[in-house]
């Protein structure tokens, strides 16, 4: 399964695109981070990393989900 992994201060952001649904979810809740049409389509740098990770928490099919560095 195609896994990319995302870097923001002590978290990272883990997307797995075949389990995607394409709800949008994403792009609604924080479009300056989820960027689909560009690439990276993930740029943890226009955000803070609690509102990255609400929006994440967001995420229904569990296409992305976070995690600390450390684990």
């Known amino acids: 399964m195609p896994h990319k992994t995302y ?3 002590d978290i990272l952001i883990h997307w797995e ?3 995607c ?6 792009v ?15 740029q943890t740098e226009h955000a803070d990393k ?7 928490e967001r995420c ?3 296409a992305l989900r976070w995690s600390n560095k450390t684990e």
């Open 7 to 9: 870097e923001k201060e």
């Open 17 to 19: 695109s075949e389990l």
């Open 21 to 26: 649904i394409h709800s949008g979810n994403c």
């Open 28 to 42: 609604n809740n924080l479009g300056s981070v989820f960027k689909p049409r560009e690439t990276p389509w993930i």
């Open 50 to 56: 609690e509102s990255i990770i609400e929006a994440v």
């Open 60 to 62: 229904p099919s569990g």
